[in-house]
């Protein structure tokens, strides 16, 4: 509640005061108290000065006598009775009274004490103070003392009274004489002065104080009565902000000083409660477009912390509001959108970003958003903060991509077709005649045979002779190997067309048969004999023999496994690096499997998520298109089937092609019949 909060507050501030009040006072009279001991302390210095200066005027006025004893021209008796009839003349005038200086010997017989002249010649030694002091003992102590003088302070009476008082007396030994001179000072009048300087002070500064208490009753009366009045009406105003409260000046006088300030108050609340309101509906109608923007908008600070994001940001990313206030932007941005995002905040701050720019946001998922920047504002109000506003092209960006890879698709599949349509041509054309080589060649075996017999009977007959510039008996071990060489070709030839054949086979509605994946191994690795002879010298191929057949479009398939083996021999690094095809059956699993592996390059862990993404390649310098493993992965998604990739950098590549079979079906099916 606002009102008891502020009548405390207004109490506590109120004690406060009179507690100041209060330790102002008892600070001057602390330090009142400290002048006045510095005064009193500054008072008995210049006493211990002025009896050190008239001990030194007596001791100068007696040294000629001394002297003399010391040299032996008066006796000890003489020289102490000379030394006796100065020092009683010796007197002055001090501030308060007419002083004198004493002497006596070491073992306390009193010499001279001019204003009790009763004492003189008389023992003392055991003389005490009214404190019960052996002041005597004290003076000869300190006139015997290592430095031969001192100050002795002990309780006396002065001249003419019976009360003691406390006096300072210096004494200065004659240590040739056994004796010692003095003098002393009562300290009755500096009592008197460090009285009189303290009590009449702390008199004044008590009357001033409490005539500012009073005054502060009588003319803050008047404000107390007010403030409560204003207390009531916020306090009214905090649980009814619609409602204007009246402020009730008329219970006052119109000449009286509550009446002005509460007269003053009022006019001054109605117009800030108008204007209270009318920011108030701005402020809502602002803020409701604001959250309900379809766009993004975020404020951020110079640091990039974020201050305020509005619900449709929020919402697209999947975090609440509270949990995005208070995160650095930048955390929230991919690595290689991080300088981007910096150079817009330099950019903002500066007044000179003024074109748009797309930057990637990760959400509460992980998930990738992007987000178009447009345009930033710094506010009036909040010159160190920037207002971005951007919508989430994320969808849109998704579907250019998708736009992007079904153009690259048709394009390659216009390539693929139109291919298709030139191999078949050029392996008819390669056909044809190569039927001509291949029964030609067979033909010509047949002609040498029956030759070779008549050749030898005329060798016997006249020895060995010319053919072609060849010898005979040369050519007649070599020809049946060039015979052999051009049949052989020839039917390379006849495979490799019938493997172009299949391969650019009219299949085009995709049509499921049964297939053997041994043989298309076998036809892809014929295709690609060239590229695989150019990449390595250890090829390993390894065919499970009683690999059952599945269900699959053969022309398809064989443009995977293609796609894998022109991959693996891109991998390889050196010809001694080894390529091993494989094929087996997982009879737990119940699939085909394929395994194309090489020992080359191998693939980073961080590409190795990616690779099968549409467009993305790591050779696009070599001419990759991103197309290869993406369009793989769809034929082996149509058949049912999973590529697996497992890598390591500088070790290699092995993927794992499976597809699923009916094998199971097939024996179990068998074993019921």
């Given amino acids: 509640m606002v009102k008891p909060v502020f009548f405390s507050q207004l109490k506590r501030t109120r004690i406060r005061m009179y507690f100041a009040l209060i330790f102002v006072f008892v600070t001057m009279l602390i330090i009142l108290i400290f002048l006045a001991g510095s005064y009193k302390q ?76 009763s004492l003189e010649g008389t023992y003392q030694l055991e003389a005490r103070d009214s404190d019960g002091n052996y002041y005597i003992k004290d003076l000869i102590s300190a006139a015997q003392s290592p430095e031969g003088h001192g100050f002795v302070i002990y309780k006396y009476p002065p001249p003419g009274t019976d009360n003691s008082g406390e006096k300072l007396s210096y004494v200065l030994g004659l240590s040739s004489l056994e004796c010692y001179l003095g003098t002393g000072m009562f300290f009755n009048d500096i009592d008197f002065l460090f009285k009189k300087y303290l009590i009449g002070p702390s008199i004044v500064i008590l009357a001033s104080f409490i005539s500012i208490l009073l005054l502060m009753f009588i003319y803050l009366q008047p404000l107390t009565s007010c403030l409560k009045i204003l207390l009531d009406t916020f306090h009214l105003i905090s649980v009814q902000p619609e409602t ?48 309900e923007s379809q766009g993004v908008r975020i404020l951020l600070d110079r640091k990039g912390i974020i201050r305020d994001v509005n619900n449709s940001f929020s919402f697209e990313l999947g975090f609440s509001k509270e949990e995005l206030i208070g995160q650095n932007f930048v955390s929230l941005v991919l690595p290689l959108a991080k300088e981007t995002i910096r150079r817009i905040f330099e950019l903002c701050f500066s007044e000179t970003y003024t074109h748009a720019e797309d930057v990637d946001i990760y959400d509460s998922s992980g998930k990738v958003h992007t987000i178009l920047f447009s345009e930033s504002f ?47 041509g050029v392996a008819h054309e390669i056909n044809n005649p190569n039927q001509f080589i291949m029964s030609n060649a067979d033909l010509v075996t047949g002609f040498w045979k029956d030759i070779r017999v008549v050749l030898d009977e005329y060798y016997d007959s006249n020895g060995d002779f010319s053919i072609n510039g060849f010898p005979y008996m040369e050519l007649r071990n070599k020809v049946p190997g060039y015979l052999n060489g051009l049949t052989e070709g020839a039917q390379r030839i006849d495979k490799i067309v019938r493997d172009l054949k299949t391969y650019s086979g009219n299949n085009e509605n995709g049509s499921m048969v049964r297939v053997d994946l041994n043989k298309i191994i076998e036809a892809s690795i014929n295709l690609c004999f060239n590229l695989i002879k150019n990449s390595t010298d250890n090829l390993s191929v390894s065919l499970y023999k009683q690999l059952p057949e599945i269900m699959g479009n053969p022309q398809r398939l064989e443009q995977v496994i293609i796609n894998l083996i022109q991959n693996a021999c891109e991998a390889l690094e050196d010809r001694t690096d080894e390529l091993i095809i494989s094929s087996f059956f997982d009879y ?55 590529l697996i990739f497992k890598s390591q950098p500088g070790e290699g590549t092995t993927v794992l092609l499976s597809l699923p079979s009916d094998e199971k079906q097939f024996y179990s099916e068998k074993g019921e019949s």
């Fill in 244 to 291: 204007c409260p009246a402020v009730p000046v008329a219970q006052f006088a119109t000449d009286s000083d509550e009446y002005e300030i509460l007269n003053g108050f009022e006019g001054m609340l109605e117009s800030v409660f108008t204007y209270r309101h009318e920011l108030h509906q701005s402020e809502k109608k602002y803020r409701q477009l604001y959250e």
């Fill in 588 to 642: 737990d699993e119940n699939s085909v499997e394929i395994v194309v592996e090489d020992k080359g390059v191998g693939i980073p862990q961080e590409n190795l998520e990616k690779i099968c993404l549409p467009l993305f390649t790591t050779n696009r310098e070599k001419g990759g298109t991103g197309l290869g493993l993406s369009v793989s992965k769809g034929i082996v998604d149509e058949h049912n089937g999973q």
């Fill in 378 to 424: 710094i506010l009036p109000e909040l010159p160190d903060q920037v207002l971005l506003t951007g919508v989430d092209i994320t969808n849109r960006k998704i579907a250019e991509r998708q736009a992007e890879i079904q153009r690259e698709q048709l394009v390659q599949a216009d390539k693929f077709s139109s291919l298709g349509i030139l191999v078949a």
């Fill in 42 to 117: 500054n008072l008995i210095d210049m006493r211990k000065k002025e009896l050190q200066r008239q001990v030194s005027i007596s001791l100068n006025t007696i040294t000629p006598i001394i002297n003399s004893y010391e040299n032996g021209s008066i006796s000890k008796y003489e020289a102490i009775e000379q030394v006796r009839e100065l020092v009683r003349r010796m007197t002055y005038r001090s501030e308060t009274m007419d002083n004198y200086v004493f002497m006596s010997t070491y073992d306390g017989i009193m010499l001279v004490q001019p204003l009790e002249p």
